[in-house]
């Protein structure tokens, strides 16, 4: 049975109403990340990453997309869940943890994904450079 208009409206504000989701939602808006990535920056257990992905998959807000053993997500182009997206992406412009966040996805995109799932951020890092974070 598919849903109402009010009932993914009321599912995609459901799912925008967590903090963590919040910030995964303006992380992925300069692009598709892998999940590695996405727990890296939250510092949430691999789990706890998978539940709040698995919440704003369900309402149609994210896309995942595999590539091999990675998992990668994006910000779905679902009419119905865009327009809240965009108006809870600009609602949180400007804050210090979503600024924080950015930093990070900038310096992880600079570390290879495979690195970063298998030996974790620090690692990954050094085995990249060694460039310090710019994550504060």
Known sequence: ???????????????????????IVAMLRSGELCVCQVTAVLGLAPSTVSVHLKELRRCGVISERKDGRWV??????????????????????????????????????R???EDLCRLGYEAAREKAGGAQPTCG
């Open 111 to 113: 570390v290879p994904v």
């Open 1 to 23: 049975m598919e849903r109402s208009s009010l009932e993914s409206a009321v599912a995609v504000a459901r799912a925008l109403g967590h903090p963590a989701r919040m910030r």
């Open 72 to 109: 990668h997500v994006a910000l779905s182009e679902h009419p119905e869940s865009r327009a809240w997206v965009e108006t809870a992406i600009a609602s949180a412009a400007g804050d210090p943890r979503v600024a924080q966040d950015d930093r990070m996805v900038q310096e992880l995109r």
